[in-house]
């Protein structure tokens, strides 16, 4: 079975400009969550999906959303991008949310501002 | 404030040696424990987890890490190191009241032949 996948694998943007990254889950798994991590530090809880409402949020500026599709595919949207977003952006799926079991990543979008 | 910590950036251990990547945290309830594994350029990879029931849990590859709620620590663990452990290993710790991780800043294992 194929794990999380992710699109694309790198990216170079600008300043100002904005990007869309892609997130396939695990066949059977409805919750994606997203992280961001920059060089050096551990992740960092963007979102989280379910059934495609927002099950949860964490600390970034308005400048990030997200969205879930009915296939449970999702997408991040991060606008005006800055040079600190420059990180890797990781998907993760799990069967359910808001649940102790674990999650299972994607190999993640390398994103560069110039 | 919720934290994670790995007291070391980088732990070196030669081939066949025990290792031992520490990890504490500082957070209310009851949280659930994870260590993951992260190789270069790709995403991160369950190692084991801590629920509950008995303090010693047994994961993937050889790994093992003993839960100690008096002292708020995670410790990573296995008896024979390889070099194909090298890798960086991230714990992070679920709060039972949102189900969200708070993850360390990571630790560097490099195993030496």
């Known amino acids: 079975d194929a794990g999380v996948t992710q699109s694309p694998t790198h990216l170079i943007k600008t300043r100002g400009q904005h990007v869309t990254l892609r997130c396939s889950p695990i066949s059977g798994h409805k919750s994606v969550s997203w992280y961001q991590q920059v060089l050096g530090q551990g992740p960092q809880f963007i979102f989280q999906?379910?059934?495609?409402?927002?099950?949860g949020r964490g600390n970034f500026p308005d400048r990030f959303s997200a969205r879930q599709f009915p296939n449970y595919s999702s997408e991040l949207n991060v606008n005006a991008l800055l040079l600190g977003d420059s990180a890797l952006y990781l998907c993760?799926?799990?069967?359910?949310?808001?649940?102790?079991?674990?999650?299972?990543f994607g190999d993640g979008t390398r994103l560069s501002i110039l | 404030a919720q934290s994670v910590a790995q007291p070391e950036d980088q732990v070196k251990v030669a081939e066949g040696n025990p290792l031992t990547v520490k990890c504490t945290y500082s957070?209310?309830?009851?949280?659930?424990l994870f260590w993951y594994v992260q190789y270069p350029n790709r995403g991160l990879q369950f190692l084991l987890k801590?629920?509950?029931?008995d303090n010693l849990v047994k994961g993937s590859y050889g790994f093992e890490a003993e839960f100690n709620k008096s002292q708020t620590s995670f410790h990573l663990k296995k008896p024979s190191a390889l070099v194909s452990d090298s890798a960086l290993y991230f714990c992070a710790v679920m709060l039972d009241s949102n189900y969200q991780l708070i993850w360390g800043a990571g630790t560097k294992l490099i195993i030496k032949p």
């Open positions: 993760a799926s799990s069967e359910q949310p808001l649940s102790n079991q674990p999650q299972h």
């Open positions: 801590y629920i509950t029931g």
């Open positions: 957070v209310s309830g009851n949280p659930y």
């Open positions: 999906y379910y059934e495609k409402e927002e099950r």
